[in-house]
């Protein structure tokens, strides 16, 4: 009987180890690696290049209209989810499954699908078109239709990681801080955000990621003009395709240590969150 118990103990370890060592080899493969490859790929002409290629003018600009972006549509989905979270968990009414629905539009919708879109909506031939040129409106080609793709695509996060939070939580102690006399900003300031805080803060860094790399939605919207409507993920496609390996390596060096910076704070959120 121990023989047979030993045995299967074993087995099991063995099981766990396997798993455990696939992990790490899929861990290596496909994240270790490619950031080696990026980080090689970038100094393999000396850190003098790779300055040069990081502090050119048009990669400074794409900078900013990247922070831009994410400095609008961030606090733009913020505010949005936490009103969306509030209704969805402390109020019934018609329509509310609907509104859940259309919040998780943009994970089922290609971003290049919503970019065209935004076109067919605000483009010079599109259903406002008219009207934007007569009033001397640029949206498409522009920095408005960067920060409308944007917002688009990151809409879902900073909702989703609260609504299922306020749901568990209840309505209880915003009903305790209404029999006392609080005001709905008193209680809002008092009572719900202390404790959905620290959720809110891992959907926000969930929507900064998402801000910070988003590709395709801003490629249609864009226009690809160099150092005006370029965000850093499309000013890396240009030097990539202008055979500028170097350069193109050392500005994805850029937004990947953004990536890591985000991942440490989605990390340290996430932390906070489950205690």
């Known amino acids: 009987m ?11 370890n063995l099981g ?58 961030v606090p733009l989905n913020v505010m949005f989810g936490v009103a969306a979270a509030w209704c969805v968990s402390k109020y019934e009414f018609r329509g509310k499954s609907l509104l859940v629905t259309l919040i998780d539009l943009p994970f089922s919708v290609s971003p290049i699908i919503a970019g065209l879109v935004y076109i067919l909506l605000f483009g010079a031939q599109g259903f406002f078109g008219d009207w934007l040129a007569e009033h ?11 920060v ?26 915003e009903e305790a801080a209404r029999l006392l006399g609080a005001s709905g900003w008193q209680m809002f ?10 959720g809110l803060t891992y959907g926000v860094v969930l929507c900064t990621a ?3 790399g988003e590709f395709g939605a801003v490629s249609v919207v864009s226009g690809h003009i160099r150092g005006f409507t370029n965000t ?15 350069a193109a390596f050392s500005v994805a060096t850029v937004l990947l240590v953004m990536a890591l910076l985000m991942l440490i704070l989605k990390q340290w959120a996430q932390v906070r969150l489950e205690k």
């Open 148 to 173: 409308l793709a944007t917002l688009f695509v990151t809409v879902p996060f900073v909702a989703r990681e609260l609504i299922p939070l306020m749901q568990q939580q209840g309505t209880q102690e």
């Open 2 to 12: 121990s023989t047979l118990v030993l045995s299967t103990t074993r087995q099991r």
């Open 189 to 198: 300031w008092h009572v719900t955000l202390p404790n959905i805080r620290w």
């Open 16 to 73: 766990a180890l396997t798993l455990i060592g696939c992990a790490w080899l899929v861990f290596v493969l496909f994240l270790v690696l490619p950031l080696y490859v990026v980080l090689s790929e970038a100094i393999q002409q000396g850190y003098a290049s790779f300055f040069t290629a990081v502090l050119e003018a048009d990669a400074i600009a794409a900078l900013k209209l990247t922070l831009i972006a994410v400095g609008i549509s």
């Open 136 to 146: 001397d409106i640029q949206i498409i080609f522009a920095i408005p239709g960067i």
């Open 232 to 246: 850093l993920p499309l000013h890396v496609e240009i030097l990539y395709n202008e055979y500028n390996h170097v």
């Open 210 to 212: 998402r801000a910070l």
